[in-house]
């Protein structure tokens, strides 16, 4: 059935707030700059706080998963509070953290990540793919039968990447073509089964590329797309490198730019409202 | 000054054991096996008899963090718990993370995992590099300076990941040669400035590729084996492909032909002794 799949569930998100995903980067020095301890409670506060001041203005929160590991177990009970805020408040709640592995370690993650119940369970989880989308078996099982999501990164938003991400392989095609196209198939696979019009298989593309470097209009999924704000894209690059793609698809992270207008709940509010509305402005003229 | 750094360290530990690395790796099935709950205390219950029973015949321990994380945070506190208890016990530790991000995000992993007082604190931790190795500045940094160890993902023991492993960049050089040329740099870097043998930038290379595919001997860095036992390589295999290697700098990581040897610790010490045994019979021959 359509609007079941998370591909769905977050257009439907975008579309009832705005394009913009708050990116929850609790690093020590957001943490002092909120007058906030580098420990466990200054985790939760300011996790909670950009939760509670970012409802209906951002579809979806990201919290970045190694500022909550620096503390060990005590980082990760915040980032279970965290998370389970998140999801009661309504928001999409995309867990950052690139995990990339094979088979049966590839399950654990899901599980940890994806799994109804899990204590860490989240929308979506970001993955890495060096060891090859088609070992992460069970993370792409457990995605379509509880309607969760993945976001794979293709091409960052970081220039170190970019020799691997443009390597040729045998096919001709390059490094992030490829995993793009491997993207586009597992949605391809989920549309043909549930009519989603957005399948739930996402990938990472910066907002620092450049248009037309990849036919991202075949993807037929959810974009996530770091590099606006601090590492200089505007809502305007990205509205022209997604040029062409659905609307509710592109999901436009920042973090810096609006953390760092707290710890105030409304200057929180208005970072988010005013970057959430050049977003939807920005993308709603050519999506 | 020589033998400070993580490389040598490695090396020292090898040489007065054998080139074994025991995976901890508490999936649910392995907990079941062992009659242990599939829960944190099962976890730790595992973990810590594993690295009781393989002191002295094992160079390393590698806790796979996605088993421990699958608990969440009450996971993360058995996987502490078994850290320290294998730090203590002299082992060398590998926390194998796979993380792999850019910038403060990567630095934030750096303190989680190679931190000295974190509560996660290892003596390595493994990676992934889709975001280039030029982004990982403050992980190279806290491993130069803490004696740390990192070991980068490079050509996977498993098939799906080889297609991007092989690609080739714009230098001629497939992807997985440059990646092992970045962390011989590294190595280089570090040798000069401390005038160790083997330096602490290592690569995970797995025993199931084909000899001859990359110059494994100039990293003068550890590698990381998987592939031996249940993936179908064999001691000697792994004696062929790193032929030329240093000895001390190729440690060969099994996990379920010593874990499925358990739960008793004579059972568990046994498979451990022999398979390390052979390890440093066909690699002692040959390096």
């Known amino acids: 059935m359509a609007g079941s799949g998370f591909g769905e569930r977050l257009a439907a998100s975008i579309e009832a707030t705005t394009p913009l995903c708050v990116g929850i980067d ?3 020095s957001l943490l002092s700059s909120w007058g906030l301890a580098d ?26 998963v ?21 999801r009661e408040a309504g928001l999409v709640v995309v867990a950052d953290a690139k995990r990339g592995d094979i088979d049966s370690t590839m ?15 989240a929308d ?38 970019r020799t691997l991400q443009r390597a040729q392989t045998e096919s001709g095609r390059r490094v992030e073509e490829e995993l793009l196209a491997e993207l586009a198939e597992l949605n391809e696979g989920e549309r043909a089964e549930t009519a989603a019009t957005t399948g739930s298989f996402g990938a ?11 036919d991202l209009a075949s993807l037929h999924g959810p974009f996530l797309v770091p590099g606006v704000g601090a590492q200089g894209a505007t809502p305007d ?19 810096r ?16 409202r005013q970057l959430g509305d050049e977003l939807a402005v920005a993308l709603g003229a050519t999506t």
């Open 66 to 86: 190694a500022f909550f590991e620096r503390h060990g177990a005590a980082g990760y009970v915040a980032l279970e509070r965290v998370l389970a805020d998140a």
């Open 124 to 161: 979506a989880v970001t993955t890495t793919a060096y060891l090859g989308i088609g070992a992460m078996g069970n993370l792409v099982e457990l995605a379509r039968q509880g309607a969760k999501g993945i976001f794979v990164v293709v091409a960052s938003s970081n220039s170190e990447g």
């Open 204 to 214: 990472v593309v910066g907002a620092t590329r450049t248009a037309g470097e990849l």
């Open 257 to 272: 730019s609006v953390l760092g207008q707290g710890p105030t709940h409304e200057g929180l509010r208005n970072a988010a």
């Open 39 to 64: 420990d466990a409670t200054g985790l939760e506060v300011m996790g909670r706080r950009v939760v509670e001041a970012v409802v209906n203005t951002a579809a979806a929160v990201k919290p970045q």
């Open 26 to 28: 609790p690093s020590a």
């Open 107 to 121: 399950s654990a993650y899901a599980d940890a990540w994806l799994g109804a119940g899990s204590p860490l369970e």
């Open 237 to 255: 690059d990205v509205a022209t490198i997604f040029a062409g793609c659905r609307p509710g698809t592109v999901l436009v992270n920042a973090s």
